[in-house]
Nanobody, 121 residues
Framework: QVMLVESGGGLVQAGGSLRLSCAASGRTFSIYAMGWFRQDSGKEREFVAATSSGAGALYADSVKGRFTISRDNAKNTVYLQMNSLKPEDTAIYYC???????????????WGQGTQVTVSS
C-alpha cells in the first residue's frame, strides 16, 4: 500500500501563490507516476497535473503557465507550485499515485485525503 498526505492548502487572494506538497510512504516512491486532481463543490473531479517516474509531465490547459509539478524522489514528495491563482482554482486538491503517467482519475491507484485551496477575489 501507498499512503499519501497532502499539505500546503489555505486561503490566498487572487494573483497569489501556494505550494502544495504530497508526502508518500509505504512503497518505492520513484517508480510511481504522481498526479494532482481537484474537485470543487458540485463538480466532478478534474485533472490538474502529473509527473512520471522519469522527466515527463502533463498539465491541464487551465493551469498551463501558472502551475508547475515537480518531485523530489529522495524525499518521497511531489509538489504543485501554484502561481497567479484565480478564484476558479478554488477546490479540494488531491494527490494520487499511478503505475503510469496519465490524466484519467480511474488509472490512479492511491489517493490522499485532499487539502483545501480557497482563492478570494
Amino acid at each position: 500500500q501507498v499512503m499519501l498526505v497532502e499539505s500546503g492548502g489555505g486561503l490566498v487572494q487572487a494573483g497569489g501563490s501556494l505550494r502544495l506538497s504530497c508526502a508518500a510512504s509505504g512503497r518505492t516512491f520513484s517508480i510511481y507516476a504522481m498526479g494532482w486532481f481537484r474537485q470543487d463543490s458540485g463538480k466532478e473531479r478534474e485533472f490538474v497535473a502529473a509527473t512520471s517516474s522519469g522527466a515527463g509531465a502533463l498539465y491541464a490547459d487551465s493551469v498551463k503557465g501558472r502551475f508547475t509539478i515537480s518531485r523530489d524522489n529522495a524525499k518521497n514528495t511531489v509538489y504543485l507550485q501554484m502561481n497567479s491563482l484565480k478564484p476558479e482554482d478554488t477546490a479540494i486538491y488531491y494527490c494520487a499515485a499511478a503505475s503510469s503517467l496519465g490524466f484519467s482519475a480511474p488509472q490512479y491507484d492511491y489517493w490522499g485525503q485532499g487539502t483545501q485551496v480557497t482563492v478570494s477575489s
